[in-house]
């Protein structure tokens, strides 16, 4: 099982996957800004807006040329992405968007430059 399945139906199966250690996937739950304490008792007043929101740190490392190829993928105008990605044993399909994107040259050998390209994705 690879971790990005597909990315806007784009199949990666044979594409540049991210890192051993560079895939991270995280299930966050939202709250209102009025959840808080109560100032009389201490007890936590939640007020949840939406549960299970997923967001992924995913970490290349690769050949330039490979590097380029995954930044085109989240370079679109649409702003947002259907992602298929691997949760545990299964994969799911999100709408996602990109957060932050790091790239670095790693080193350079020769004519080959290695680098590494970090995105960050959030579902809508």
Known sequence: MIPIL???GVD???KLQPAKEGYTVTKSD???DSTGRSA???VMLAYLIRRDVYSLALEYVGKAPQIREIEQLFAGASRQ????FLDNDQYVTANM???DRTKTTTV???NDIYMKLSVSLVQL
């Open 30 to 32: 939202l709250y209102a």
């Open 108 to 110: 350079i050998v020769g």
């Open 12 to 14: 990666c199966t044979n």
């Open 97 to 99: 968007y990109p957060s």
């Open 6 to 8: 597909s990315v806007n």
């Open 40 to 42: 009389e008792s201490g």
């Open 81 to 84: 992405y259907q992602v298929t």
